[in-house]
């Protein structure tokens, strides 16, 4: 009886991979209202919202480097630069590398903005801290994962993750702190990974091949 009984629901379960994709979803949902209405407290649209957090995290960059950053066009970010240049929280300066770019920086009113247009996703971390120190390594290791098999679909913009970064070494130490990064030349442990490094240097095709061979093809 047990035995029909637990084989109930592998009869009547939506696949997993299709329920995993349903609660992701959900997360997403959340996260676009949640960001939709603390921008609207501040007077912005959440593309001025993330382009002020990501110049608080990053510094000035040009409005091509935002559109790749985000995956929109160039028209939707020029748009929310004008409208925040307008509200004096950024300003354009020529940019040497570039003549014909302008780089956007926060002025000082813009800095204080993005102070708390960074911490919007904040209640995804309070989410997430509700979760075991193991629960919460095996969430970020599955994260890795999927953000690196849907940027390699083009259906994501590329995430500067530890992963496909030039600096990364995977399993080259025994024990709990078995990767290395070359960049700071230190240990670190798979739970140590970033989604968003602001040090990330593409690695090559090859060498992100190499890499991740390496690193999806070891006991973690």
């Known amino acids: 009886m047990a035995r029909t009984r ?5 009869r009547h379960s939506e696949r997993l991979d299709a329920r995993i994709a349903t609660g ?37 960059q040009t409005g091509s480097r935002l559109a790749a950053r985000f995956g929109v066009t160039l028209p939707t970010i020029s748009d929310s630069v004008r409208a925040l240049v307008d ?26 903005l993005a102070a708390s ?21 095996a969430l970020l290791g599955a994260l890795v994962k999927l953000i690196r098999s849907l940027q390699e679909k083009g259906q994501i913009p590329v995430s500067r993750m530890c992963v496909t970064c030039t600096h990364f070494r995977p399993h080259v130490h025994p ?27 593409e690695a090559t095709t090859v060498e992100q091949a190499r890499t991740w061979r390496s690193f999806a093809g070891s006991g973690r």
């Open 175 to 201: 024990g709990p702190l078995a990767h290395h990064c070359a960049f700071v030349d230190a240990p670190m442990a798979a739970r140590h990974l970033r989604l968003e490094c602001p040090e990330h240097e």
């Open 87 to 112: 509200k004096r929280l950024v300003t354009r300066t020529p940019d040497d590398r570039q003549p014909r770019a302008r780089r956007l920086r926060l002025t000082v009113a813009g800095h204080r």
């Open 24 to 60: 992701l979803h959900k997360i997403g949902l959340a996260l676009k209202h949640q960001t939709r209405r603390q921008a609207s407290e501040h007077g912005l649209s959440p593309t001025q919202g993330e382009i002020l957090a990501a110049l608080a995290t990053d510094g000035p």
């Open 117 to 137: 247009a960074r911490g919007w996703p904040e209640f995804l971390a309070a989410a997430a801290g509700a979760l075991s120190e193991s629960e919460q390594a």
């Open 6 to 10: 637990a084989s109930f629901f592998e």
